[in-house]
């Protein structure tokens, strides 16, 4: 109702109205009928599953989140390149083939693609996938050009006796990349059951296999050494990690600020926590899962194990949802940072709460509420 009344004089507190964004994004988008050149990925949509559409991803620009962070590029210029981003959509058992050669390659392969009609401008914003500007329906695709397949691909790929929990591990640990792994599992091409899985679903399920292994793996780890903050912001997101001492819990905390995207007139704050198992789909969504494999990775590669909390304030600057991937890469950056000690669990809240802007996140904190009152192993032996 505020979006009709408001017509883009940003009443809403954006800093951008992104109905706005989306028409100047496709106001250089005329009709196409056919497309000859680079297809990155693969597309696989949800709706009205199992009997659900795909194809190709047709666009001369990178589909990879981590080259957009080191060409620098801001909010609008991803939205921009994702607008020329075209999506082309049919029944896969009609193009499954061509689509499953795209997705194994692991560099944009040439195509040539004819439509069923002109595609249409429709630029799709989604909290987990990165957003596509046109779609249209398939009347053909060639592959011309060669897939270029990693050795590990293809063996785990040929490897049809292999669990596609598994094969996301075995990818994983050979060094090849989630960004890799997730057109592969939506193609279909993982796994004993050879099925096609709706891309969105394939990028939660592929940051939660890998976490689920990796937080299994470091339960046996000694803990770190102290207190540590990691922090790091993307695109209006504030994301701190506290480490602190112990097994493995995890626990995150998510507040949209008032203005913000999805949080109406007032602040929006949800969270969710775990130890070695996990009930039921997260509340926060993709994210929780994308921020949790940046901690179980940090935590394998150093050889410890941690309880993690991860606050995450998203500002009003953040205007248009761009997928998951932010929360990972903006996790991925913080853990890679030089972290902060803190001598008490009181100074990392407050170091926390001053650098996300979110001060009062520690009272929506079951785990810090479990830890100031569990008594440890040597105060039991004392």
Not at 63 to 86: E, F, H, K, M, S
Not at 102 to 130: C, H, K, Q, T, Y
Not at 211 to 217: D, L, N, R, V, Y
Not at 333 to 347: F, K, S
Request: charged content about 20%; aromatic content about 8%.
């Amino acid at each position: 109702m505020l979006c009709a009344v408001c017509k883009g004089k940003r009443l809403c507190g954006l800093d951008r109205c992104p109905i706005v964004a989306r028409f100047s994004a496709g106001v250089n988008a005329g009709p196409v009928s056919e497309y000859s050149g680079k297809a990155p990925s693969v597309f696989v949509g949800s709706s009205g599953y199992p009997a659900v559409r795909g194809g190709p991803l047709l666009t001369a620009d990178p589909d990879n989140p981590p080259a957009w962070i080191d060409q620098q590029l801001g909010i609008g210029d991803i939205v921009a390149l994702r607008a020329r981003t075209i999506r082309g959509l049919s029944p896969l058992s009609v193009h499954l083939d061509p689509v499953r050669e795209i997705a194994l390659s692991s560099r944009p392969v040439d195509v040539e693609v004819g439509f069923e009609r002109p595609v249409r401008f429709n630029l799709d914003f989604d909290g987990i996938m990165a957003p596509v500007g046109m779609s249209g329906p398939l009347s053909r695709i060639e592959v011309t050009g060669n897939p270029v397949v990693e050795r590990v691909v293809d063996r785990v790929v040929s490897d049809t006796d292999l669990p596609a929990g598994e094969a996301c591990t075995v990818l994983h640990s050979s060094g090849i990349e989630v960004y890799r792994i997730i057109p592969l599992m939506t193609a279909g091409l993982l796994g004993r059951k050879r099925t096609v899985v709706p891309t969105r679903w394939a990028i939660t399920a592929v940051d939660d296999t890998l976490s689920t292994a990796q937080k299994h793996e470091i339960a046996g780890n000694p803990p770190i050494g102290g207190i540590r903050i990691y922090s790091s912001e993307l695109f209006a997101n504030r994301i701190a990690v506290i480490l602190i001492p112990g097994d493995w819990r995890f626990e995150m905390i998510e507040r949209w600020g008032e203005g913000s995207l999805w949080s109406g007139g007032a602040e929006t704050i949800v969270s969710d926590g775990e130890g070695l198992r996990k009930s039921g789909y997260s509340p926060i969504t993709g994210a929780y899962y994308s921020a949790r494999l940046a901690v179980t990775g940090f935590l394998e590669k150093t050889g410890r194990s941690a309880r993690a909390i991860v606050i995450r304030n998203v500002g009003s600057g953040y205007w248009a949802p761009l997928g998951t991937w932010v929360v990972r890469e903006a996790a991925r950056a913080a853990m890679a940072g030089e972290p902060r000690e803190a001598a008490t669990l009181d100074e990392a809240v407050e170091v926390a709460a001053t650098f996300t802007r979110f001060p009062h996140w520690a009272r929506h904190s079951t785990l810090l509420r479990m830890i100031r009152t569990q008594r440890t192993l040597a105060e039991f032996l004392s």
